[in-house]
T-cell receptor
Framework: GENVEQHPSTLSVQEGDSAVIKCTYSDSASNYFPWYKQELGKRPQLIIDIRSNVGEKKDQRIAVTLNKTAKHFSLHITETQPEDSAVYFCAASIGPGGGADGLTFGKGTHLIIQP | NAGVTQTPKFRVLKTGQSMTLLCAQDMNHEYMYWYRQDPGMGLRLIHYSVGEGTTAKGEVPDGYNVSRLKKQNFLLGLESAAPSQTSVYFC??????????????FGPGTRLTVL
């Protein structure tokens, strides 16, 4: 089955700086890669996602890049703000029609924004 | 729309007891999922359903059973609870088709402690 590795487990950056979180996946059939933000005691919430036919996607201060050849994808947050502090999860999925369904998650990155 | 709801929010069980967690969604989604989240482990898929009356095993199905008798509800059962099942359980759903068909919407979670 799919295996998703996520690094780093903890990331501390100064407010206003950029943060980068990296993930690798093992199954070349995976074609959907979402990123979730989870605040303490809350549900995971989708912040951005990318499909395998796209190399990069941006949404204001957040961007995701995908390298299918190397099987890795990254989350980039620019101009970080205190409200960006949370745990971020990457995930991968084969998607509908590909057999097994559901998301395989990385173990998460605790992002700390230092004032 | 309430989105995805879960009942109960918290529960404490003794080893060997049984219980059922209820997930309900009012978005007419075809797909529903049960995940568990343990500290440092990310979310792991327990079981999922691609439609009313159908269920399938995920990554960690042992000790759990599920049923999808109605499209809007997905039940997760623990027949004989064990301390290893202490976790936070999240339900999620997604639609079959459309522009954002991959996106999974999560419920608020159920925190289960097995003593």
């Amino acid at each position: 089955g799919e295996n998703v590795e996520q690094h780093p487990s903890t990331l501390s950056v100064q407010e206003g700086d950029s943060a980068v979180i990296k993930c690798t996946y093992s199954d070349s059939a995976s074609n959907y890669f979402p990123w979730y933000k989870q605040e303490l005691g809350k549900r995971p919430q989708l912040i951005i996602d990318i499909r395998s036919n796209v190399g990069e996607k941006k949404d204001q201060r957040i961007a995701v890049t995908l390298n299918k050849t190397a099987k890795h994808f990254s989350l980039h947050i620019t101009e970080t703000q205190p409200e960006d502090s949370a745990v971020y999860f990457c995930a991968a999925s084969i998607g509908p029609g590909g057999g097994a369904d559901g998301l395989t998650f990385g173990k998460g990155t605790h992002l700390i924004i230092q004032p | 729309n309430a989105g995805v709801t879960q009942t109960p929010k918290f529960r404490v069980l003794k080893t060997g007891q049984s219980m059922t967690l209820l997930c309900a969604q009012d978005m007419n989604h075809e797909y529903m999922y049960w995940y568990r989240q343990d500290p440092g482990m990310g979310l792991r898929l327990i079981h999922y359903s691609v439609g009313e009356g159908t269920t399938a095993k995920g990554e960690v199905p042992d000790g759990y059973n599920v049923s999808r008798l109605k499209k809007q509800n997905f039940l997760l059962g623990l027949e004989s609870a064990a301390p290893s099942q202490t976790s936070v359980y999240f339900c999620a759903s997604r639609q079959l088709a459309g522009a954002s068909y991959n996106e999974q919407f999560f419920g608020p979670g159920t925190r289960l402690t097995v003593l």
